[in-house]
């Protein structure tokens, strides 16, 4: 049997002897379906005088995955000779993961004579293809032709589509932000407001944060808030968020804690009612302009769960079942934007990136075990551990970092831990007062920033007075 190892050094000789003959034998319909895969994946870079012929067979092999693997190989060739023989192949072929790389391939010719074949492909029943023609064609999107056929996707069905054509014909950002990405404002900088959150991001100038980790009050569940109906509280969590898009700087996360709650029942008589907090918020959130990252499960053990299926235990009747909640959700958003993640990174200096690097260990899966958080004065905190982990996978040092609903202030512990800087806000002056005593107590203290802690009245006079900027 010949290694993978083997087969690839012979594949590289082969291509540097340009040995028309061993690619024959290589690539002939009449191997294997294994072995021909195994050929086709190693084949790698091909020089643009390789001889097309056995991969053109292949493209014509009964077996869809082979088919497909020979369309790429003759994508790489980037040969507009190649063109007769795609819309041949596009005109016959059913497969649509053979059918994505023969429009890929048409693309990867940048060839004028191929806008007609693209156009056509822009009504394949396939978003996948019409994406891949959609990408070929922004080589041409000078050209009135296809600009004018790129329009007509603008009421396209599928949203990717649609995302695309935006993108492509949208003037190119042309102005860079006014202030630079690692700025923030110095008056917000270590800061506790005493106040209600909507009342104190009126304030608060647009793109102003870095990330916002928050866990907002859980519906009725817990005695600190009361809302009229779930639909107000819903409404409540939307106006926040809408704000804290508004202060998030472009393509930043803001990352949500929440988890399902149960009002208990009123008596005997009546059922107990469970709300999906985090999926009926998600919508919303999507609807304000973010865009959903990850689902991040934050699970506890086990003995910490209240016990919810005692009497399952007893009368094991089917449909009485009621599991114990171990977990919490901690969703990953992003302020919509087209720019790539890499754009946020490289705002930073090569310093600051050096220094942020997350080197210690980190969880690699989105299932993170971190025992819950008990406080004497709060009901419902979160752990530092959560918190820590969200703003150093999150931030980067020097960042300003947001909870809306900052209860006893550990978020603005985990961003002084990690030499980002915080701004809080929670109206209860219990937990104000406690939170003071929170943050600064150990060695924390950030010399150029020391932490403020503010009632709202007196920040509504420092916004007035100096402005936040
Ligand atoms: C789940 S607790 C957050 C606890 C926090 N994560 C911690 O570790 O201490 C939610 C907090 O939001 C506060 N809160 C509720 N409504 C608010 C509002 N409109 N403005 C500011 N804070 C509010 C509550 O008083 C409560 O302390």
């Known amino acids: 049997m010949i290694r993978p190892v083997d087969a690839r050094a012979a594949i590289e000789q082969a291509k540097a002897r340009g040995d028309r003959a061993f690619f024959e034998r290589?690539?002939?319909?009449?191997?294997?379906?294994?072995?021909l895969l195994q050929t086709l994946e190693q084949l790698g870079r091909l020089p643009a005088d390789f001889d097309p012929a056995?991969?053109?067979?292949?493209?014509?092999?009964p077996h869809d995955e082979v088919r497909m693997q020979a369309v790429k190989a003759l994508a790489r060739l980037e040969n507009p000779a190649l063109l007769p023989f795609y819309r041949e192949r596009l005109a016959q072929e059913q497969a649509t993961l053979v059918r994505r790389e023969l429009a890929s391939a048409v693309g990867r010719l940048r060839a004028p004579e191929a806008i007609p074949t693209l156009t056509d492909l822009l009504h394949d029943?396939?978003?996948?293809?019409?994406?891949?023609?959609?990408?070929?064609?922004?080589?041409?999107?000078?050209?009135?032709?296809?600009?004018?056929a790129l329009r007509d996707l603008a009421t396209h069905p599928n949203e990717l589509v649609r995302h695309a054509v935006q993108r492509a014909l949208a003037p190119r950002h042309a102005t860079t932000p006014t202030r630079p990405h690692t700025h923030s404002p110095d008056a917000l900088k270590n800061l506790m407001v005493c106040g209600d959150v909507l009342q104190v991001l009126r304030h608060v100038l647009d793109e102003s944060v870095h990330l916002t980790f928050t866990s907002p009050p859980y519906y009725n569940a817990r005695d600190y808030t009361l809302y009229p109906s779930y639909e107000a509280y819903l409404d409540f969590l939307t106006q926040v968020f809408r704000e804290v898009h508004r202060i998030t700087k472009e393509g930043r996360f803001f990352v949500l804690n929440t988890s399902p709650v149960l009002i208990p029942r009123m008596s005997r008589q009546h059922a107990s009612k469970r709300?999906?907090?985090?999926?009926?918020?998600?919508?919303?959130?999507?609807?304000?302009?973010?865009?959903?990252?990850?689902?991040?499960?934050?699970?506890?053990?086990?003995?910490?769960?209240?016990?919810?299926?005692?009497?399952?235990?007893q009368h094991r009747k089917p449909l009485g079942y009621k599991a114990n909640s171990v977990v919490e959700y901690v969703m990953v958003y992003r302020k919509a934007t087209d720019r790539l993640i890499d754009w946020n990174m490289r705002q930073y200096p090569e310093a600051v990136v050096e220094?942020?690097?997350?080197?210690?260990?980190?969880?690699?899966?989105?299932?993170?075990?971190?025992?819950?958080?008990?406080?004497?004065?709060?009901?419902?905190?979160?752990?530092?551990e959560l918190a820590s982990q969200v703003v150093r996978l999150y931030s980067y040092k020097g960042d300003l970092v947001f909870d809306p609903f900052a209860g006893r202030g550990t978020v603005g512990r985990a961003a002084?831990?990690?030499?980002?800087?915080?701004?809080?806000?929670?109206?209860?002056?219990?937990?104000?007062?406690y939170a003071q005593k929170v943050i600064t107590e150990g060695s924390l203290l950030c010399p150029d920033y020391p932490p403020r802690f503010m009632r709202y009245e007196e920040f509504e006079q420092l916004a007035l007075v100096e402005g936040i900027a």
């Open 26 to 35: 290589a690539l002939d319909e009449t191997r294997g379906v294994k072995a």
């Open 54 to 61: 056995p991969l053109m067979r292949l493209a014509t092999h």
């Open 125 to 148: 029943p396939d978003p996948k293809v019409v994406l891949q023609a959609v990408r070929g064609l922004l080589c041409f999107g000078e050209q009135a032709t296809v600009q004018d």
């Open 275 to 313: 709300y999906a907090i985090p999926f009926d918020i998600h919508p919303r959130i999507i609807e304000l302009g973010f865009e959903f990252i990850d689902d991040i499960i934050w699970v506890k053990p086990a003995p910490s769960a209240r016990n919810r299926n005692g009497g399952f235990y």
């Open 355 to 384: 220094a942020s690097r997350v080197l210690n260990e980190y969880e690699p899966t989105n299932l993170w075990q971190i025992a819950p958080a008990a406080d004497p004065v709060h009901p419902a905190v979160f752990p530092l």
């Open 416 to 433: 002084l831990l990690h030499e980002r800087y915080y701004f809080l806000t929670e109206k209860e002056p219990a937990y104000f007062e």
